[in-house]
């Protein structure tokens, strides 16, 4: 079966910072892009960072400079480093990604999502 699991979040003070971790798990041959969204209460889900398999990343602009993605390929792991946090930041992140388990493509794979709080 193939799926994403995050973890690392959790509750943390204005301006502190948090790692979160992913992993595609199951016969993955190949992966296209991963990366992260975020959704908070009412709002929409938004892009906050994404990697290529190339090494092209996008940013939210209300996270640049403060958040940076990276990438183990060898096991099939993004992360998001998140530093200078902010109570805006407040959401529950979801792990997405395009890619490929043998020839059977998984083009908009979502994981469980996992809850950061910002907060005095």
């Known amino acids: 079966q193939v799926q994403l699991v995050e973890s690392g979040g959790g509750l943390v003070q204005p301006g502190g910072s948090l790692r979160l971790s992913c992993v595609a798990s199951g016969s993955i041959t190949s992966i296209n892009v991963m990366g992260w969204y975020r959704q908070a209460p009412g709002k929409q889900r938004d892009l906050v960072a994404r990697?290529?398999?190339?090494?092209?990343?996008n940013y939210a602009d209300s996270v640049k400079g403060r958040f940076t993605i990276s990438r183990d390929n060898a096991k099939n792991t993004v992360f998001l480093q998140m530093n200078g946090l902010k109570p805006e930041d407040t959401a529950v992140y979801y792990c997405n990604a395009d890619l490929f388990a043998g020839y059977k493509r998984y083009i908009d794979l979502w994981g469980q999502g996992t809850q950061v709080t910002v907060s005095p």
């Open positions: 990697m290529y398999s190339a090494g092209i990343t």
